[in-house]
């Protein structure tokens, strides 16, 4: 072999092979399964990698968000009144940029924005999880029955899949929150924080799965005529069976992309919800509505509309990056 | 031909009944009490009463939704508070606004559309060239110039950059008049001005998608048989990627844009909230706020209307270019 070849390359040339594993410069090498084959690409991509661990960094900041808070001396309800001038404007360059507080204050209430953030990232984040996994999986189910099973079952999931999508998202979401919200707490009542993140998933949910169960029905349509569905129905598997066992595990990589990019999607809807105010409510930190206050600041503070504008970004950056090197990395046709 | 358009047009038609059905019943039926949203401040008990004669909301529900939709349809009769007999496209009465929303919507919806028409013909022009020029010229700093502008597009929200915009150029540099809408008839030059901000946040979002799209859409077709058949044939390089390469290119992207474009004219929410233009998108918003479910109604119903009517445009326009459809 040649010896200025790495060890990697070396491990390429060997999945790449389809003979039996041989035994290449003394190290044994076993056929690979795609997803070590993804995970060998998705390694060897600069952007990936640069965009994963920027993700996981993310990802630690809003899972240890009260870690922070108890390092950093400072709480998201915090008000610092006192580093405020007359005007209610924080004092200093930046917005008030200092030692004490890195991204300065909030003008009026002066709370501390950098705290918020790495609050209100958590507050996204869970949200658009929670959305992602719940839309992917309904729309997972609905469009594998839609397409394997096919006849008036497809047509009439398909119908609904037309109706979800032709629904005015933003406008319908405006209109059902509140009325939601009215419906079980009054319109003197505080409604929980939690009850409110539970209706914006909701939301998610009854919009969200449409798109991912179009995807999957085409998916299915075209395997559901493949020998191994034959083989699979003729030696007696039930419907359970050929759904979960044989189709799913072929869908793995459509619906991972898909996953991958609705996540920076419900990150942003979210955060769309919360600027028009129908979306998590004070005092509970959020990206969305700390831009949305942030605006009202824009010629008196543009430091305050810049932290969370940029952050917001840099999330949804990352989450779209890595999302697109996750689908080459699917793709078994992709040169890379 | 005509019986594909009588299918599609019914199939939409069918969606849009269900939308109706599914807007009323989340408004007139989920609340406690729709009149107390619907009446605006300092309502008194007897107020309350007379409107929910007048909205006949005693009546079954049934009875309530099939009126409404003979409103759209044929007009109805209104009690006099509510301005009498409505005609054809009749949405109803908005107390909130004290005119029919019929009227509202006919005011509001030339607004979304001078937003929306111009930024998508920006954002199609600028996005699908952009992507044609990266994919022509794959690897080059030209492409990767491209490919970064995109994605970072991608990623942008439409408050931030359109904050960001205000900021530089209405009030810093005051190149751009602050955001407004002058009717183009009125004033062409003012017109464009007042919606020049809103135009360029769209489109920098919206052509990040489609120059993304559309060189994904060019470098496959760049790899088909024909496209070396013709360059084979020694037809020029500028007539093949010119004529042969995008419009096969260009069918997919069709279905996005109209989509994007129907989707847009329901209201672009975010964009007329942040430069303040009065369109579909903030009268929905305001009718939420004051509890205007008439509005909010009609708003939803118009928004499904051209999401719907653009998936059959699409459609058709799909057979019109693309002569493999049309053999189906």
């Not at chain 2, 009446?39 to 049934?62: A, I």
């Not at chain 2, 020049?196 to 060019?218: D, E, K, N």
């Amino acid at each position: 072999m040649n010896a200025t070849r790495g060890p990697e390359r070396q491990l390429e040339e060997a999945t790449l092979s389809s003979g039996p594993s041989e035994n290449r410069g003394g190290t044994t090498v076993a056929g690979r399964s795609p997803a070590q084959l993804t995970w060998l690409r998705l390694r060897r991509d600069r952007t990936a990698v640069i965009s994963g661990v920027t993700l996981v960094v993310l990802l630690v900041i809003a899972l240890a968000a009260p870690l922070i808070e108890w390092m950093y001396g400072i709480g998201p309800q915090d008000q610092f009144q006192h580093a405020l001038d007359r005007y209610g404007m924080p004092v200093g360059p930046g917005g008030g940029v200092s030692g004490e507080h890195w991204f300065g204050l909030e003008p009026g209430l002066g709370r501390d924005i950098f705290i918020r953030m790495t609050a209100g990232m958590r507050t996204s984040l869970l949200i658009a999880f929670a959305a992602a996994t719940i839309t992917s999986a309904l729309g997972v189910v609905a469009g594998t029955l839609a397409g394997y099973v096919g006849g008036w079952v497809d047509s009439s999931i398909g119908w609904f899949i037309d109706v979800a999508l032709a629904l005015p998202f933003l406008i319908f979401a405006l209109a059902v929150v509140p009325t939601v919200s009215l419906r079980f707490y009054g319109p003197r009542e505080a409604v929980p924080a939690g009850f409110q993140v539970a209706v914006i998933i909701g939301i998610f949910a009854v919009f969200g799965w449409a798109g991912t169960a179009r995807l999957v029905r085409g998916q299915v349509v075209s395997l559901r005529e493949r020998e191994f569905v034959d083989a699979a129905r003729v030696s007696g598997a039930g419907l359970g069976h050929i759904l979960f066992r044989e189709l799913l595990p072929n869908l793995w990589a459509p619906i991972l992309v898909s996953f991958s990019l609705a996540l920076p999607a419900y990150i942003t809807a979210e955060a769309a919800l919360s600027f028009l105010g129908i979306g998590v409510l004070e005092p509970v930190p959020d990206l969305g509505r700390m831009i949305e206050r942030s605006l009202g600041y824009l010629q008196t503070d543009p430091a305050y509309v810049f932290f969370p504008g940029i952050t917001i970004f840099v999330v949804v950056f990352a989450f779209n990056l890595f999302g697109d090197a996750l689908r080459d990395a699917l793709d078994p046709r992709s040169t890379r | 031909m005509g019986r594909f358009l009588l299918k599609r047009s019914f199939s939409a038609l069918l969606t849009l009944l269900a939308v109706s059905v599914l807007t009323f019943l989340m408004f007139f039926v989920l609340p406690r009490d729709p009149v107390t949203g619907m009446c605006p401040k300092n309502c008194n008990p007897e107020r309350l009463e007379r409107v929910r004669q007048e909205l006949g909301l005693s009546d079954p529900k049934v009875e309530q939704y099939l009126g409404y939709i003979k409103g759209i349809f044929v007009g109805r009769d209104l009690s006099s508070a509510q301005g009498g007999y409505c005609d054809a496209p009749c949405l109803g009465y908005s107390y909130v606004n004290n005119e029919p929303v019929s009227a509202t919507i006919t005011r509001v919806l030339p607004v979304t559309i001078s937003i929306v028409v111009p930024a998508a013909i920006l954002w199609l022009s600028l996005g699908i060239g952009l992507g044609m020029v990266s994919a022509v010229h794959r690897g080059t700093w030209l492409d990767r110039a491209a490919i970064g502008f995109a994605l970072t597009g991608a990623s942008l929200q439409l408050y931030f950059v359109g904050g960001v915009l205000l900021l530089a150029f209405t009030y810093h540099w005051g190149i751009a008049p602050v955001p407004h809408y002058t009717p183009f008839l009125d004033n062409p030059v003012d017109w464009a001005g007042g919606l020049v901000l809103a135009w360029v946040a769209l489109a920098l979002l919206f052509s990040a998608i489609y120059a993304r799209l559309s060189r994904a859409q060019m470098l496959e077709t760049l790899s088909e048989d024909f496209i070396r058949t013709a360059r084979a044939k020694g037809v020029p390089r500028s007539q093949v990627y010119g004529r042969h390469a995008l419009r096969a290119a260009i069918t997919p992207l069709v279905t996005i844009a109209g989509l994007d474009i129907g989707a847009a004219l329901g209201g672009t929410v975010i964009t007329e909230i942040t430069f303040g233009l009065q369109g579909l998108g903030r009268t929905a918003v305001d009718a939420v706020r004051s509890g205007d479910l008439p509005t909010i109604m009609a708003t939803v119903l118009v928004a499904a209307f051209f999401i719907v009517t653009a998936n059959l445009v699409v459609d058709l326009l799909y057979a019109a270019i693309d002569p493999r459809v049309r053999l189906k």
